[in-house]
């Protein structure tokens, strides 16, 4: 499937990488993985070769510099690439392989440049989370909504799907406002300025069962800056 890349955010994921990798394959097989690991050993890549797969690259940046930074680094690395439709997701199985097709379907037939598997549209489901996790998500995206005002109605979702030329603006304007869950806010927000089509669709989140969440106090607190941040530039839009 040479139209859709694939970008996949890996920290301290190794225990997930393999049955990931293979689920993908069985569910759109073929298609090109690119995952950035910021983890500290190599594991993920030794996992990465041993499968063997054309289709699946790992790029192994040692330190751990953020999920967005990952994802901004693997756009840039791809548009020297031929693709139609690029999909972000999380190594953790929080996003399942299984609903790929149907956003990209979405993505095709509405002719939209950002595809968000929303939690928080009817049909949804949300399964496993702890209490302070539900309520630090809604608190994110009711601050989120509340200062970005598009319409949408889960802003920290990284399960999504963007046209080529959302993928050429996030790599070039995105990444002013922070890291992790604001800066897929700061994407939300530029793509509305530039007039791209944003829709939502069901989900089914489920919290990871293996590894360790990234989530730390300390991008919390990044992330009630970044929206100072967002604020700012919302203030100042491109010409």
Known sequence: MD?????????????????????????????????????????????????????????????????????IFAMNLLLNQKFKYLLEMDADFSHSPQEILNLLTEAETKNADLVIASRYVNGSEILNWPKSRRFFSKLANASAKFVVKVPVSDYTNGFRIYSRRAVEIVEKECGKA?????????????????????????????????GESSLSLKEIFSSLIGLYKILLIKRRPPK
């Open 178 to 210: 922070g890291d992790g869950f604001i800066l897929l806010t700061e994407i939300i927000m530029r793509l509305n300025f530039r007039n791209l089509k944003i829709i939502e669709v069901k989900t089914q989140f489920v919290n990871r069962t293996r």
């Open 3 to 71: 139209k859709l890349v694939i970008v996949i955010p890996a920290y301290q994921e190794s225990e997930n990488l393999l049955n990931l990798i293979n689920n993908l394959e069985s569910c759109i097989p073929g298609t090109p993985i690119l995952i950035v690991d910021d983890s500290a050993d190599d594991l993920s890549v030794q996992i990465v070769n041993q499968i063997a797969l054309k289709n699946v690259r790992i790029v192994h940046r040692k330190q751990k510099m953020g999920r967005g930074s990952a994802v």
